[in-house]
């Protein structure tokens, strides 16, 4: 997706947001595009995900605003899609839907925020803003470098370089969360998906990275590209292909 017109400048010299609303209410949709015109930023509205994805090819995006009730989609099912097409893209997600699982699992999909309905557009359009400061490249950041790492999901397998190892379900769906993840997934959401239940599913998590850097370090030769910062989760600082 072309860089160039993403970020331009707005009033008072801040930078303007390319932002997609993705949203069925019409109504609610041109109100919440009107507000966050009215303070400098591009928006385009979809009202389905025909035409977010249409939209999408078209014009450069930052941040899509998605709400999961679409007519012709699923938003859960959108979510980790737009995370191997898209994955500089900041997604956020604005729904009616407020149960704890359904957070936990727009998370684990590759969501970056999960708000819910009713929201002030003020509160609103700070989460866009932060979201796109995170995710704005860097002018002094170096073209990234194609990936060495394959995860084959349907085999559960890991290659680089010509050598592969087998993977645990759970070893791979732990690296696939992390690889349709730009940011670094909270531990609590690595947690909930292990049976945030149980009391020991902190320590599960220990042990299943412990036992995965072991593997790639005796089976692939290479120690994992899996970084831990305190406070924010895990993620993987090299690119992975999804196969």
């Known amino acids: 997706m072309p860089e160039a017109g993403k970020y331009e400048t707005r009033k008072h010299g801040k930078p303007m947001t390319q932002i997609l609303i993705v949203e069925d209410n019409g109504e609610y949709a041109g109100d919440m595009a009107d507000f966050l015109k009215e303070l400098g930023h591009d928006v385009t509205i979809a ?19 998605l709400d999961l009730g679409l007519p012709d989609e699923d938003g859960f099912n959108v979510i980790p899609r737009m995370r191997q097409l898209y994955p500089e893209i900041g997604l956020l997600v604005l729904t009616g839907r407020v149960a704890f699982d359904n957070r936990i699992l727009g998370l684990r999909l590759g969501a970056d ?5 009713p929201i002030k557009f003020p509160e609103l359009a700070a989460h866009i803003e932060a979201l796109d400061r995170r995710v704005r490249p860097s002018a002094e950041q170096p073209a990234p470098t194609p990936s060495k790492w394959t995860l084959r999901v349907s085999a559960r397998q890991l290659e680089l370089m ?17 690889t349709i993840n730009t940011r670094p997934v909270p531990r609590q959401v690595i947690v909930a998906g292990m049976g945030g239940d149980d009391p020991d599913a902190s320590r599960r998590v220990d042990m299943l990275v412990y036992r995965l850097r072991k593997k790639a370090r005796t089976g692939l030769g290479q120690d994992l ?3 831990s910062a305190y406070g924010e989760g895990y993620s993987l600082s090299a690119g992975f292909t999804l196969a």
């Open 113 to 117: 925020h999960y708000l819910t309905k």
């Open 162 to 178: 010509g050598k592969v190892i087998d993977l645990t379900e759970k070893e791979c769906n732990f690296l696939h969360l992390l």
């Open 47 to 65: 009202t389905t995900a025909s035409e977010m994805w249409a939209a999408l090819t078209r014009t450069p995006a930052a941040v899509v605003v």
């Open 225 to 227: 590209p899996l970084r």
